[in-house]
């Protein structure tokens, strides 16, 4: 959560990170689902995952403000 809500304050999408990583979290929790080898493995591909779910937010967002 924290982690999500470091990349959030970066990407300066601090609540869109942390309104995405709460139900992922809860997904997650009662699903399973990949587990990495290391530590370090795991920070990153979560890094790209969260990057890229605000990332494509984002883009949503423009879009409808575009068109409305």
């Not at 942390?18 to 979560?46: E, N, Q, T, W």
């Amino acid at each position: 959560l924290v982690f999500a809500l470091v990349i959030g304050a970066f990407l300066q999408m601090p609540i869109e990170a942390v309104a995405m990583i709460m139900p992922f979290i809860a997904v997650r929790k009662f699903s399973g689902g990949y587990h990495a080898d290391s530590f370090y493995k795991c920070l990153i591909i979560s890094s790209i995952v969260i990057m890229t779910m605000l990332q494509i937010s984002n883009y949503i967002n423009n879009n409808l403000q575009t068109i409305l």
